[in-house]
Nanobody, 114 residues
Framework: VQLVESGGGLVQAGESLRLSCTAS????????VNWYRQAPGKQRESVAS???????TYADSVKGRFTAWRDKDQNTVYLQVNSLGPEDTAVYYC?????????WGQGTQVTVSS
């Protein structure tokens, strides 16, 4: 399974972005998908996850600002990121655990200027 993220960019504080993660296989639609981010010099952290049925969970640091949903026709999971601040600057990755296999995309850079 290949995962491709897109939608990152350079924005000012307070602005929004919509990140996408598109998979090459429909197995994506039947498994939980996770969003992670990694800031320079920091460990990768989980920010959101979405079940096949669309149930979502969020890290405390992004609750109320980030929203995940999925489009099964497009094999895509989206992450709307609002009210961005410099602390959200990171590379954002989507992740799929399928059986014993752990799939990651190449990441999309989000940079927020103050």
């Amino acid at each position: 399974v290949q995962l491709v993220e897109s939608g990152g960019g350079l924005v000012q504080a307070g602005e929004s972005l919509r990140l996408s993660c598109t998979a090459s296989s429909r197995v994506f639609n039947y498994n939980k998908v996770n969003w992670y981010r990694q800031a320079p010099g920091k460990q990768r952290e989980s920010v959101a996850s979405i079940t096949p049925g669309g149930r979502t969970t969020y890290a405390d640091s992004v609750k109320g600002r980030f929203t995940a949903w999925r489009d099964k026709d497009q094999n895509t999971v989206y992450l709307q990121v609002n009210s961005l601040g410099p602390e959200d600057t990171a590379v954002y990755y989507c992740n799929l655990l399928f059986g014993r296999d752990d799939y990651w995309g190449q990441g999309t850079q989000v940079t927020v200027s103050s």
